[in-house]
């Protein structure tokens, strides 16, 4: 069925995904899918803002700019112990990843790190695939997260090369390609996707997937957001993104990288349950999920953790379950 798995897609390759007729594309996808994974088991993260707000980027879409007046208060680093509180709650919920994020534009090498290292180690112990994302590292950063435990880095491409100066101007994306060749030479795994409706057009989000395709190895998860307009941001009067669109997104990501985790991830909240049922039945088999309805800020809705195993019961789909070896 599939080309197996490849790093070297053309951006025709990749156009032609984008011109099948969609339920075509869905039930390739989804036979894809069926290939590579169990189609019943969706892995369930939440996602926990360890120190929220202040980041010097101007990532146009995200609430935690100091470029951007959303509203988010500054709150400094987390203590360690109100983390592992979080991630044992987490766990007792059926939540399998718990990913701490840091508004940093780069990882310092000073007491915060440290006491993020202590996160991380904590939080393996607990059982938990433990993920970060902090912003740019370096490849000894990289090294101590992989010592202390770190199970996957989230570090998101995001949109495409030819666009990425349109959202975001404090960075490049070599910088960001620079740190996810840093975790590469460690064991720790990497998540990296994007974001759909930022103003993007169709040959950005081809280019966008062409780019995260030919990574390799692919990442091994790739989270689809949907723009969450927050108010105050340059993006919170962009359009409306079509479950269609996304849907698109998540077949074409599977049939590219059939071994990844794909996940849909912000935007989730204002889909019905027969959109994230065409989202799983394209590959999709990722959520993340929440104790308060929000990701990492109140600007980023969530479902939470009832709500999603109703959704997964009725749907026929079990949270998927860490075994032993997985860590
Ligand atoms: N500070 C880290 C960084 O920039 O890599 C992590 C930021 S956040 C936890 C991880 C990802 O969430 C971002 O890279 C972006 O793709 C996505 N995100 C953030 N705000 C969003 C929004 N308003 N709508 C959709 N996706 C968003
Ligand atoms: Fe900072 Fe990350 Fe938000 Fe960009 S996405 S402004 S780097 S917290």
Redesign the pocket.
């Known amino acids: 069925m599939t080309d197996a798995v490849r790093s070297d897609w053309t951006i025709d390759e990749v156009q032609a995904l984008f011109e099948l007729p969609l339920l075509d594309l869905i039930r390739r996808a989804g036979q894809v899918h069926q290939e590579f994974h169990d189609t019943e088991v969706v892995q369930v993260n939440q996602?926990l803002?360890i120190k929220t707000g202040a980041?010097p980027?101007d990532?146009g879409?995200?609430?935690?700019s100091v470029h951007n007046d959303t509203g988010v208060k500054p709150e400094p680093l987390m203590v360690v112990d109100e983390v592992v509180r979080t991630a044992k709650r987490a766990k007792a919920k059926g939540v399998t990843r718990f990913?701490m994020?840091?508004?940093?534009r780069d990882v310092k090498d000073n007491a915060q790190f440290d006491r993020v290292l202590d996160m991380v180690r904590q939080v393996n112990d607990l059982g938990l695939e433990v993920c970060a994302?902090?912003?740019m590292l370096t490849a000894d950063q990289a090294r101590r997260l992989d010592e202390a435990g770190l199970y996957a880095y989230?570090?998101?491409l995001?949109t495409s090369p030819e666009y990425y100066d349109s959202v975001i101007t404090t960075r490049t994306y070599q910088e960001r390609l620079d740190t996810i060749d840093n975790l590469r030479t460690t064991n720790i795994t990497v998540c990296c996707?994007?974001?759909i409706?930022m103003g993007e057009s169709v040959a950005d989000r081809i280019s966008f997937l062409q780019r995260l395709a030919t990574l390799d190895p692919h990442p091994e998860s790739v989270?689809i957001?949907?723009?969450?307009?927050?108010p105050g941001?340059p993006?919170q009067d962009a359009d409306d993104v079509e479950i269609h669109e996304t849907v698109r997104m998540i077949a074409a990501a599977r049939m590219l990288m059939p071994t990844s985790v794909v996940r849909i991830?912000?935007?989730r909240h204002l889909m019905s349950f027969a959109d994230q049922a065409l989202c799983f039945l394209a590959g999709a088999n990722s959520i993340f999920s929440s104790e308060r309805n929000m990701?990492?800020t109140a600007?980023?809705p969530c479902a939470d953790h009832a709500s999603d195993r109703a959704m997964l019961a009725t749907m026929g789909l079990r949270p998927r379950v860490l075994a032993s070896s997985d860590r």
Request: glycine share 14%; charged share 5%.
């Open positions: 996602l803002s980041c980027e990532c879409y995200c609430s935690q990913c994020g840091a508004a940093w994302t902090l912003g989230n570090h998101n995001d996707g994007g974001i409706g989270p957001n949907v723009l969450s307009r927050v941001t993006l991830a912000a935007g990701m990492l600007t980023t």
